[in-house]
């Protein structure tokens, strides 16, 4: 809930040279921007996802190539990193040991810039890198991140737009989607107002062992930030897959016991997402549909709908993870699980 207000101070904070940039790298903050050929972004669990929607705003309004890997792995491949690379850690603690990790091995390869989004001033992570953006999320009490990632989310996109403006990105464009980063806080208040209809939702996954959720495009990150949450706090177990994979081996699993979760924005991929509705309709399988008003996706028998603000498709992600969360919410504490410490989990994972 305090989402609206943590997005609105991440937006209105800056990106801070940690030191001179002159100095530290040679280079102007422009002039870095304009020199980056490649972003490789590196992070851990939900931070990840973060990273994962990130690439879709780089490559679309940057026009620059990204790349995004677990830490976890990452840390176990041989690496040629290109010397116009800008390496981009995101973590909410800035103490994740595989984040950290593959930031020192690429150091050793060689990087033009490493940029930190992170939680947490004074980590390891931001004193190890030479550029930061803080989130300005506060302390996250729960072990599951809910407002790190939308802050993240929010930080990623005015990065994008600093490196989009130094790649051709036109001045419309740009005070465009400036705007509709402004609307965000003001729709995820309206998404908050909706908790008790996803709390009555959240009833019909009490009994369930199998849930899926579906996305497109940077709504899959999305997907599978809402699926982990899930797992994370209810212990349900929960697999999201890219819209388009469906009929590629998990519609094998769609049944009268598996709920289909999806968002589905007013997008260009929108009728798609509605035939991919259909045919989990077709064997059985009940499906929730976070939908923009104006998507006119109609509710009937085994087809929930609950109708969200319409919002510009590239500020979508952000506003349509928060109905996943509260869904997940409402279920762990239907069940009766612990939503701030779930089993076997810790907030910062250091080893
Ligand atoms: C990464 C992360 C979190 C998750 C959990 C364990 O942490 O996977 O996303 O919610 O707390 O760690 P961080 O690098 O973002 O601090």
């Not at 965000?184 to 009555?200: H, K, R, T």
């Not at 369930?208 to 982990?228: D, I, N, Q």
């Not at 007013?266 to 929730?288: H, Q, Y």
Request: aromatic share 6%.
């Amino acid at each position: 809930f305090e989402q609206p207000r943590v997005i609105k101070a991440t937006m209105e904070g800056r990106v801070t040279a940690k030191k001179v940039l002159e100095q530290a790298l040679g280079t102007s903050a422009g002039d870095l921007l304009k020199s980056v050929r490649h972003v490789q972004i590196i992070a851990c669990g939900t931070s990840y996802h973060a990273g994962m929607v990130a690439r879709y705003w780089i490559e679309d309004l940057a026009g620059v190539p990204c790349s995004v890997e677990v830490a976890s792995e990452f840390r176990y491949r041989k690496h040629v990193i290109q010397p116009d690379t800008l390496f981009l850690c995101i973590s909410q603690s800035g103490e994740t040991a595989d984040t950290l990790a593959a930031l020192r091995q690429a150091k050793k390869a060689g990087f033009r810039a490493a940029l930190a989004i992170c939680n947490v001033p004074g980590s390891s992570l931001v004193r190890e890198s030479d550029l930061v953006m803080m989130t300005q999320a506060g302390p996250e009490i729960g072990v599951a991140s809910t407002k790190a990632f939308t802050t993240q989310l929010t930080a990623l996109l005015i990065f994008t737009l600093a490196l989009a403006r130094h790649n051709g990105l036109s001045e419309e464009r740009e005070a465009e989607i400036v705007e509709a980063l402004h609307r965000v806080p003001g729709q995820v208040e309206q998404v908050l107002a909706l908790d008790s209809a996803i709390a009555e939702m959240s009833g019909a996954f009490m009994d369930k062992v199998h849930t899926l959720f579906l996305g497109r495009g940077s709504l899959f990150p999305v997907a599978l930030e809402g699926a982990l949450k899930l797992k994370e706090i209810s212990y349900i177990h929960a697999e999201a897959y890219p819209a388009g994979e469906l009929k590629h081996g998990p519609l094998a699993l769609v049944d009268s016991d598996m709920p289909v979760v999806t968002v589905a924005p007013n997008n260009a991929m929108l009728e798609k997402l509605k035939s991919n509705l259909e045919e989990v309709r077709a064997r059985g399988g009940e499906l929730f549909v976070f939908a923009d008003s104006q998507a006119n996706v109609q509710a009937e028998e085994g087809l929930h709908v609950l109708s969200l603000p319409s919002v510009h498709e590239v500020t979508a992600p952000i506003v349509y993870t928060v109905p996943l969360q509260l869904l997940s919410y409402h279920v762990a504490v239907l069940k009766g699980t612990d939503v701030d410490q779930p089993r076997n989990l810790a907030k910062s994972v250091t080893v």
